[in-house]
């Protein structure tokens, strides 16, 4: 099916760079939210990035009113008779997700796929709701939406084929990479992402490092911004929510750091609220060092900082999750090049593990299991391919061939 006209609902940042997405190759999408004045939001959202481009001379101001025209706002059912796919990308709660497509069925013709923009939320749940699971799929976008390549693709169990083709195909047309991935919590990227993240928090309020000696180690080893400064722009807020649901499937590995669950409690959401683990505003909203000081107070030792303590939860993750097949292993490296900015030069996290040596990363990890605990388990694959000389490009074996 060839899609003609999208909506998408929820204006907030994902919603807008979506909508701006969609607009930038060519096609109508209605932006529609609960109230006019998020909507609005959401359309000046569009035109800054557009207006980014015009200021960089890459686009003309007549060429952002003719992609701004693609653009209509609504608050209610008004034009999604004709609408081809829906994505939503509104807060990540499970009801409000079901009762929304429910709604949408209502409203939309008969063939309209309903796509999730979720992070983590099962899309066969969501779809359990609704007359046509074969119709709902996952198509999660990667923030800033107008940046990142890659579209995660993720069928839930009732999900056809057809949908899946249709949302592969319009994904490339918006100019992204679609990657199938295998419903699980987190999906891929989020999966992998987020023990990375997560163990920049604790070694912060294990008083490893600072918040900037934290992300520029991992600068230094090439990532597009540190951890610390990730996670402020993915949200605080957005990410205690991933870090629960991937904890609920995943378990102890997966515990999220003490101080991310403090500075949600704190206010400190991050970018879009003016503080996180850094200050954006001039109004500060409690601070940093008192909050690391409270978790420190309530028992936790201090440890030592290096950059593969960040690094190879990721690598082990993704080991992981190529023993459960949520990927391919080509698949995994390209998802995390394009959904995340990992270095080119290190080709994703299987080839970096590659190039280092398979049985580099198994001792480092055993390493790290013994000082800091059992959340760097290595994944049982590594040993088998330690055993078996696959231990990388000096092997000529290993994730890959060389
Ligand atoms: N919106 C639109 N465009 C943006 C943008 C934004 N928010 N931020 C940057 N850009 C554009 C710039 O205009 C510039 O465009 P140009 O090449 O046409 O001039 C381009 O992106 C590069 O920007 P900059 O030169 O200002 O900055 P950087 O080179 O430092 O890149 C970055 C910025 C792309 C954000 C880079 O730091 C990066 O890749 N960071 C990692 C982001 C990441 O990991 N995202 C995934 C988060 S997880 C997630 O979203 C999943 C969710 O479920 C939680």
Known sequence: MYIYKAAVIGAGTMGAGIAQVITYSGLPV????????????GLATVRKIYQGRVDKGKM?????????ALVSGATDDTGFSDVDIVIEA?????????????????????????????SSLPISAIASATKKPDKVIGMHFFNPAPVMKLVEVIPGLGTSQETIDDVVLFSESLRKIPIRVQECAGFLVNRLLMPYLNEAAIALQEGAASAKGIDAALVTLGMPMGPLTLFDMVGIDVSVKVADILHDAYGTRATAARILRELDQAGRHGLKNGAGFYDYADEKKGDLDSLIQKVQAEGTTKTKFSANRIIMP???EAVISLQEGVASAEDIDIAMMAGTGFPQDKGG?????DQIGVDVVLSELEALCKTLGDRFWPAPMLKRMVQGGYLGQKSGKGFFQY
Do not use: W
Request: glycine share 2%; charged share 25%; net charge negative.
């Open 30 to 41: 209605i932006l529609r939210d609960v109230t006019q004045e998020a909507v609005d939001r």
């Open 60 to 68: 003309t101001a007549a060429e952002l009113e003719q992609k701004m």
């Open 90 to 118: 509104i807060y990540e709660d499970l009801e409000a997700k079901q009762k929304l497509f429910q709604a949408l069925e209502a409203v939309c013709p008969e063939g309209c796929i309903f796509a999730s923009n979720t």
């Open 314 to 316: 990721m690598i082990n």
């Open 349 to 353: 996290p299987l080839h970096y593990a």
